[in-house]
């Protein structure tokens, strides 16, 4: 079969590639987008009913497109699906469905890139990878689970609480995930615990009644010396030390740890819950018994399920292969940078592996912007 030549191709078909679609197509530069499903923001449909974005509708559209007026402040999982679906209609953008890419490499022709899926090669002269920050579950095995006699699931299994009802149920992290899914079983009548191995850092979604994340973006135009200041000094304010809670005190306030890929916890209910003492939390798992968990401190709890919200990876080290994952990658496979000077690297791009507290999709556009506008300036091609 003969490989298919384009110009730009751009892998993945949700926010991040679409919003890279959107930018290109702005300046008047074609692209062809592989997904490796059949619908555009595949992941988005897949996630738990209850999920809404964080971030507040004005801020967290893809580019050239607002959110319709209709929409609530923080847009729900399904109203976001209908408005991805709604970009690739106005803005023109036909995926290539069913194209899971299998490898990307340096092309046997010079300035070119070859991309593999399951059933095509193609070439390409610049490749965009959006396959996203959130892409491969992180399923660790705990100890002694096999010996479990009641379920786990990974967050990607739970869609609601309904299940639950009734029964004790153990949330293996508190990411974003955790504390939500956790929230979602306590109003599901299920009796959550979480367990956390480390302190958290916990951001409320609304201070003082308004949303926070406006604030986090005209805090992230100052130094950081400052805006970590300011992020310390809101956190003690509205949220305080949590130590008698079991969740620690983190040395660093959240834009601190975020510039160091560590995320924390936007909170939209959960830890009033726990204050409130009706969701509880637990230290580090130690042990996994046939109807129970023993846990760091030596306490032991009865568990009907076990839901591991233990977060992805994204899986780019397979997609690149060793030589050039270490060319590219951080230590937590993460891209180091939208883009590389070195020119065995030249044509390559990467968007949407970054989280920044001023929220996901509004950096998107932001870098994708910086995409459309380096390609643009260095390469000749347009079309």
Do not use: C
């Not at 408005?83 to 290539?96: D, M, R, V």
């Not at 979602?184 to 959550?192: S, T, V």
């Not at 969740?247 to 834009?255: C, F, I, T, V």
């Not at 990876?313 to 292969?321: D, S, V």
């Amino acid at each position: 079969m003969q490989p298919h030549s384009v110009t730009t191709l751009i892998i993945g078909a949700g926010p991040a590639g679409l919003a890279m679609a959107g930018q290109l197509a702005h300046l008047g530069i074609s692209s062809t987008v592989l997904e490796a499903s059949d619908y555009v923001g595949f992941s988005w449909r897949n996630h738990y009913d209850r999920l809404h974005l964080h971030t507040v509708k004005e801020h967290s559209s893809l580019p050239y497109l607002p959110y319709p007026a209709s929409y609530p402040t923080y847009v729900s999982r399904l109203q976001l699906v209908e408005y991805l679906e709604q970009y690739t209609e106005q803005t023109g953008i036909k995926p290539l469905f069913n194209q899971k890419v299998t490898a990307i490499r340096t092309g046997q022709t010079a300035g070119r890139w070859e991309v593999q899926t399951e059933t095509d090669l193609f070439l390409a002269d610049r490749v965009i990878v959006a396959t996203g920050y959130n892409r491969v579950p992180n399923v660790p095995e705990l100890p002694g689970q096999s010996a479990f006699r009641g379920i786990i699931w990974h967050s990607r299994e739970y869609r609601n609480g309904a299940p639950f009802r009734d029964e004790d149920v153990l949330v293996v992290g508190m990411g974003n995930t955790g504390a939500e899914l956790a929230l979602d079983l306590l109003e599901h009548g299920a009796r959550p615990v979480i367990s956390v191995r480390r302190p958290i850092n916990i951001v409320r979604r609304d201070v003082f009644g308004r949303p926070a994340q406006p604030t986090a973006i005209f805090l992230s135009r100052f130094p950081h010396w400052f805006y970590d200041l300011m992020t310390g000094l809101s956190q003690r304010l509205t949220v305080g030390d949590l130590t008698a809670y079991g969740l620690g005190k983190p040395d660093h306030p959240a834009s601190y740890d975020t510039r160091r890929g560590k995320i924390p916890v936007i909170d939209i209910g959960t830890l009033d819950q726990i204050k409130a003492g009706a969701i509880a939390v637990a230290p580090a798992i130690q042990q996994v018994n046939p109807k129970t968990v023993t846990f760091a401190d030596g306490s032991e709890r009865p568990f009907d399920a076990i839901i591991l919200a233990t977060g992805y990876r994204p899986g780019l080290l397979p997609l690149l292969g060793d030589t050039l994952a270490g060319q590219t990658l951080n230590e937590r496979g993460y891209p180091r940078q939208l883009w590389f000077d070195d020119p065995g690297l030249r044509g390559l791009y990467f968007l949407g592996f970054t989280t920044p507290l001023t929220g996901v999709i509004y950096n998107l556009t932001i870098d994708s912007e910086k995409i459309a506008k380096h390609v643009s300036q260095n390469n000749s091609v347009t079309a």
